[in-house]
């Protein structure tokens, strides 16, 4: 069964599944006989995953079909809330929120990102952050990752526009604070974070309001 976890602000539902099912258990969870998506997947992990995914949503009462735009966001065909899913084996999780855009991400702490740190580390984050600190490194990684999902719009670079403000690593739950650059415009988002085993996770919650400048910027022509 699932682990879930309410974010502390009370303004979205995330939820966590530790797949230790089969993929006919986790069928058999979800009910019915008909998986026409599982056709696109091969791998018994990456169905699993998607399996586990449908399992949480049932779980939280989303009964509503997910579609995917052509940036592979998903969607809720009723239009009613948000969402947003992430896997990397053997974790699936998902976060929801009726009026907020949502963002969540998975990451294996133990990859390799220190030979990639220069590749998505900014001039700042490179300033403060310790490269042997392998935990904040997938923080920052994966935080990033989470934001891209709740923005969703091209013309977002990791390498210039998200800059990871300093913080320290307490306990397996925390938050940290992220600036994000955007044409002329500069905010802070929040990203809270999990740490589970040997995975995290970061998710982000904002408020659509925030990115009203983008809509009539791109809305202009600017």
Not at 9 to 15: Q, S, V
Not at 31 to 42: A, I, K, R, V
Not at 85 to 97: E, G, L, Q, W
Not at 123 to 145: H, P, V
């Amino acid at each position: 069964m699932p682990e879930f976890l309410k974010i502390n602000t009370g303004a979205a539902t995330l939820a966590f599944w530790h797949i230790e099912e089969s993929e006919e258990q986790l069928k058999a969870f979800i009910g019915g006989d008909s998986f026409p998506t599982l056709s696109n997947f091969h791998d018994d992990s990456r169905r699993r995953e998607w399996l586990a995914t449908r399992c949480i949503l049932k779980t939280l009462g989303i009964t509503d079909q997910v579609i995917y735009t052509k940036r592979r966001k998903p969607l809720l065909v009723s239009g009613n809330g948000h969402i947003s899913m992430s896997h990397t084996f053997p974790y699936a999780a998902v976060i929801t929120n009726p009026s907020f855009y949502v963002g969540i991400d998975i990451e294996k702490k133990n990859r390799p990102f220190q030979r990639i740190a220069y590749q998505f580390l900014t001039i700042g984050e490179l300033a403060w952050l310790d490269l042997n600190n392998t935990l904040q490194l997938a923080l920052i990684w994966s935080a990033k990752e989470a934001f891209f999902k709740v923005y969703n719009r091209p013309g977002l670079n990791s390498f210039t526009d998200l800059d990871v403000l300093p913080f320290t690593v307490n306990g397996t739950h925390g938050a940290f604070n992220m600036l994000v650059h955007v044409k002329r415009f500069c905010f802070k988002v929040s990203i809270e974070y999990s740490v589970l085993d040997n995975f995290v996770i970061t998710w982000a919650v904002c408020n659509p309001q925030l990115f009203t400048w983008a809509l009539s910027t791109e809305e202009s022509g600017e």
